[in-house]
Every structure is written in structure tokens, then in C-alpha cells.
């Protein structure tokens, strides 16, 4: 049964893919079809919404595509959705087509725009958190995160294989430029001997510390964890630093890059796609609009948009404390 006078809804994914984005698509449009909802996909993000790339959806629109990564609805980052023009073709083409409201799969930018939308338009949008970063205020977990995750962790297994086979000294650049969540909880996974995360700026002059403690302790072989951006301008700049410092080591660099963003999304991701994409559709079919579903102690809450864009998610420190301890 339906709450209110929604009838048709439309989903996009915007901003950085993160796998586990189809399985929130494949939940909204099988949810609102089950509501008795017409639903509609949105190509290529906002820019999309503006360029009127908007079909219906069926159920067999969304099949086999819960193991794929990626977005089926591709996703782009618009620049002409920034301008008051474009944001007002958007909301023209959604009034046409007679779309009462909106669901948008991405992160803090996704929904800055979804906000300004909103306020100018009043328009009823609800916000789905998709991004490898995990960095998103008011929820645990973010889609992605978990498989981001795990591939770091695969890669980094087989780097220590190499570095241990030789003596080595592995500087592992992954994705984080603002936020070192993927990072820390990898270090902690794969022993790592020390991370570097942006949120605590740890000196080079303590890492080489850790390094010839490590060394006193009979370690041959050593991973570091390097979060990408310019806190510590990426991993090669790092390994060049330590190696001025301190050469001990065999010294080499691997950056991650975009395989982190790729793949089958784990069971966890799955999951947690399909709980927030229905959490979304009843959640609109309820009236509450211009909200991120989020994450709480393994149940589904929903928090304001201006809260999830204007607050930092903050990195754990009881899991930073204890990766200091272990990693001796």
C-alpha cells in the first residue's frame, strides 16, 4: 500500500563508481515495482538528469546484475548541474516525464547537489551512500567500502609474498586522499608495520623510527601503507624520504590505483545495497525526503543531508591505538 502521492520515482549513481551501486539500483527499482511504483534510471549521473537520459525500468532491466561492479546507469561528475540553469533543466525534465521523486547513489558531493536541488526545487530526494572512502557522516558503512577493502587486502598478501621472498621494503599507495579508513583497516589486516593516514600526519622521522625497530626485531621485510593525496604526496614521495633517511632495505612502490574501485562487490556490500535501496523507496512512500540512508549498529536510519555533508566522519581511534600495538 502507498502512503502518499508518490507514483513514479527515478534513481542515478553519481560521482565515483563503488561496487555494490547495482545491487542498490537493482533494490530500488525492484522495490518501488513492488510498491506498485513506476520507476526510471537516470544515465550519466546529474549530467544525465539535465540531458533527459532517463528510461523506464522493468524488473528483468535489473537482472544479474547484483554480482557486477561498476553502474549500470553510469555515472559522471557535471559541472553544468553546479549552475542554476542546469539544475533548472533537470528539475523541468523530471516535472515532464512526471517523476514525484528522486533517489541518488553516491557521496558527499551526490548529495551537496541533491540539497541545492532540494532547497530550490522543494523537491523530494533521498540519498543512498556509495563510496569506497567510507567517509560519510552518520552511517558505519558506506557501499563499496567493504570490497575496496578486501581488494587491498588480496593485493597487499601477494606484495608481502614478493617483499618477503626478497628482503623488501614496500611502500603500497591505496585510495584515501582525505580519509584513511580503507588504509588503516587494511594495515591492521596484512600486519602492515606502520600506515600513514591524513588524519594524523605522522612524521617521516617517526616511521623511520618504526622501521629500525622493526629491524631490531628481526624483521626482513616490511609493508607500509601510504594513503593517496597530499598529506604526504603519495607513496613515492614517502619511500624517496625514508630512503634518504634510512636504507636498510630493498625499497620498492606499488600504487593501487583504480583496481580498488573494481570488481564483484563482497557479500557485504550486496547486503547492504539491498537493505538501503528498499530502506529509500519506503522511506520517500513515507514522506521523508532529503535524507542519506544510513547504517547504524546494523539497523537502517536515516540522516539529513545537511548533517552527512557538513560533519567529518572521523577515523576510529581505539583501531589506530590497537594497530600500534600489534604491528611490532
Do not use: W
Not at 63 to 80: A, C, V
Request: include cysteine; glycine fraction near 10%; proline fraction near 2%.
Amino acid at each position: 500500500m502507498k502512503t502518499t502521492e508518490i507514483n513514479r520515482i527515478a534513481v542515478l549513481t553519481s560521482g565515483g563508481d563503488a561496487p555494490g551501486m547495482n545491487a542498490a539500483i537493482r533494490a530500488v527499482v525492484r522495490a518501488g515495482i513492488f510498491y506498485g511504483l513506476e520507476v526510471y534510471g537516470i544515465g550519466h549521473g546529474y549530467q544525465g538528469l539535465i540531458e533527459d537520459q532517463i528510461q523506464k525500468m522493468e524488473l528483468r532491466s535489473v537482472s544479474r546484475i547484483l554480482s557486477k561492479g561498476g553502474t549500470i546507469l553510469k555515472s559522471s561528475r557535471s559541472q553544468d548541474f553546479r549552475t542554476e540553469e542546469g539544475r533548472n533543466k533537470a528539475h523541468d525534465n523530471l516535472k515532464r516525464r512526471n517523476i514525484d521523486a528522486l533517489v541518488v547513489i553516491g557521496g558527499d558531493g551526490t548529495f551537496t547537489g541533491a540539497e541545492v536541488f532540494r532547497k530550490e526545487h522543494g523537491y523530494p530526494v533521498i540519498g543512498i551512500p556509495g563510496t569506497i572512502d567510507n567517509d560519510l557522516y552518520g552511517t558505519d558503512f558506506t557501499i563499496g567500502f567493504d570490497t575496496a577493502t578486501n581488494v587491498v587486502i588480496d593485493c597487499i598478501d601477494k606484495i608481502r609474498d614478493t617483499a618477503s621472498s626478497h628482503d623488501r621494503l614496500f611502500f603500497v599507495e591505496v585510495m584515501g586522499r582525505d580519509s584513511g579508513f580503507i588504509a588503516l583497516r587494511a594495515g591492521i589486516a596484512t600486519g602492515a608495520i606502520a600506515v600513514m593516514l591524513p588524519e594524523e600526519n605522522r612524521s617521516i622521522e617517526d616511521l623511520v623510527s618504526i622501521l629500525e625497530e622493526g629491524k631490531k626485531n628481526q624483521k626482513t621485510s616490511s609493508i607500509v601503507i601510504v594513503a593517496e593525496g597530499e598529506s604526504y604526496g603519495g607513496a613515492q614521495e614517502v619511500a624517496r624520504q625514508v630512503t634518504e633517511r634510512y636504507n636498510e632495505y630493498d625499497t620498492k612502490v606499488t600504487i593501487l590505483g583504480h583496481i580498488q574501485r573494481g570488481g564483484s562487490p563482497s557479500c557485504f556490500d550486496r547486503v547492504l545495497a539491498s537493505q538501503m535501496g528498499v530502506f529509500a523507496v519506503e522511506s520517500l512512500m513515507k514522506g521523508r525526503t532529503n535524507f542519506m540512508t544510513a547504517s547504524v549498529n546494523g539497523e537502517m536510519e536515516l540522516v539529513p543531508f545537511s548533517v552527512a555533508i557538513s560533519n567529518r566522519s572521523d577515523i576510529d581511534n581505539e583501531l589506530k591505538r590497537m594497530s600500534k600495538i600489534i604491528s611490532i
